[in-house]
């Protein structure tokens, strides 16, 4: 052992991010029109009929994203690989940082799993089963924010952690994803609305919780590209 | 002893540089940002529908929203003392500050609690309407801003009178907590004005 860290295939990894976050946008949330996604008080015939009329596209959206799910869970390990130069590894801040990742894939895998039998035969289920798939997905991707928010607490209390002179990664962006994890919570009252900002599809609980955790990751993604290179030069 | 007025000229900020700790002020900033997507949801629905807040308005007790706001703002005082009695070395006294302003930030929770519960028991809950629902999840996150600043000044009163920490660094995370504890006093004293006080119609 020379005391190097051996940094093979993590930028590969940390680029799965932004990766991630663009394939999800695209096959998630365009194809399967959930970016936005319907209002939870849309008639269930208008749901079923864009089910219908595009099954194909929709079926299409969650294959590829379901493929692409996993690329969350591996950009996650590598940013806890940055995170194992700021504290101990054995410190369980990196164990939950993982785990955090790692069940984000899954509540991201599940869910997109719903949308994907609604648009397996759609011609053969009634308009209500068809809405019901929608609504049990959205309930499903909003209400498991906390284990989201396990990975984001982790990383930014680790990261304050930091006692170079210049942090890997900055402490703006360790609190900012603090502050994100916090955010999540507000999703606690989305099954409450069926229209408004507090809605699945509203201005908070959809526009402002999605993008600050679509942001989050490829902002993470630049730092610890970043970070690698100084861990490299052994800074 | 922790009191080290010696060193009071080391501890004082550059007028340049905000008190505390920068990556606290970001948060501070982002929150304030997101209660003011808050505020501007609140304002939009009430020009929408300003008959509808209005009576809702008229069915809050002023007496609960003025309480909290002197409690408050009695807690926040009493923390900016804290402040600046670290800043000036005086670390024993700052941790007894924070301990008051604990003390005194506590009925807040009460008053809180006794508030909601007049609510419920006059069947005003969260889908009751658009007003009760902003008021309740404002209020609600608001809450949980207040109990996070409990903890912190739990914290921080224990960090005061640390000697195994820099003083520099102790007076950083008092300067930061006692920051993030205006916030919340700033964010109820605009929630009090624009839920309990501003006229729709």
């Not at chain 1, 849309?42 to 079923?48: G, K, L, N, Q």
Request: aromatic share 16%; hydrophobic share 55%.
């Amino acid at each position: 052992m020379d005391g190097t860290v051996d940094t093979r295939y993590w930028r590969f990894c940390a680029w799965m991010g932004p990766l991630f976050v663009l394939v999800f946008f695209v096959c998630w949330g365009l194809l399967g029109h959930n970016f936005p996604p319907f209002t939870p008080d849309t008639p269930a015939s208008v749901v079923a009929a864009y089910f219908r009329e595009n099954a194909g596209s929709v079926r299409l959206g969650m294959v590829v994203a379901m493929t692409f799910a996993p690329a969350y869970g591996v950009w996650g390990y590598s940013i806890a690989k940055v995170l194992e130069q700021v504290i101990d590894k054995d410190n369980i801040l990196v164990q939950l940082a993982r785990v955090g990742a790692a069940w984000t894939t899954i509540t991201v895998l599940v869910p997109t799993s719903f949308w994907l039998t609604a648009a397996f035969r759609p011609e053969a289920l009634p308009d209500w089963m068809i809405q019901m798939l929608y609504d049990m997905a959205w309930l499903l991707i909003d209400l498991a924010y906390a284990v989201t928010s396990v990975q984001l607490f982790a990383l930014g209390i680790g990261f304050l952690a930091d006692k170079r002179k210049v942090p890997l990664v900055p402490k703006w962006l360790a609190w900012y994803g603090i502050w994100v994890g916090f955010m999540f919570i507000l999703e606690c009252v989305m099954p409450y609305f069926r229209n408004g900002a507090l809605a699945r599809s509203g201005v908070l609980n959809f526009w402002i919780e999605f993008l600050i955790w679509m942001v989050w990751v490829p902002l993470l993604t630049v730092y610890a590209i970043k970070a690698i290179g100084r861990i490299e030069r052994g800074e | 002893m922790t009191t080290l007025a010696a060193n009071a000229p080391h501890l004082s900020a550059s007028p340049a540089e905000l008190p505390g700790d920068s990556g606290v002020w970001f948060f501070i900033v982002a929150d304030m940002c997101a209660f003011a997507v808050f505020f501007l949801v609140f304002m939009v629905g009430r020009a929408a529908d300003p008959a509808l807040y209005e009576a809702s308005r008229q069915m809050l007790d002023l007496r609960f929203g003025l309480a909290n706001t002197l409690i408050l703002l009695t807690s926040g005082a009493l923390m900016a003392q804290a402040a600046r009695d670290a800043r000036r070395g005086a670390f024993q006294r700052a941790r007894q500050m924070m301990i008051a302003a604990l003390i005194a930030g506590l009925p807040f929770g009460l008053s809180k609690a006794l508030e909601w519960q007049a609510k419920f028991a006059h069947g005003l809950t969260l889908t009751t309407n658009e007003f009760f629902t902003y008021y309740f999840v404002f209020t609600g996150i608001h809450f949980l801003h207040f109990a996070i600043g409990l903890v912190v000044l739990i914290m921080l009163q224990k960090v005061a009178v640390d000697d195994r920490m820099p003083t520099a660094t102790r007076l950083r995370w008092i300067e930061a907590g006692g920051a993030y504890w205006h916030m919340v006093d700033l964010l109820w004293i605009v929630l009090f004005a624009m839920l309990y006080l501003l006229r729709a119609a």
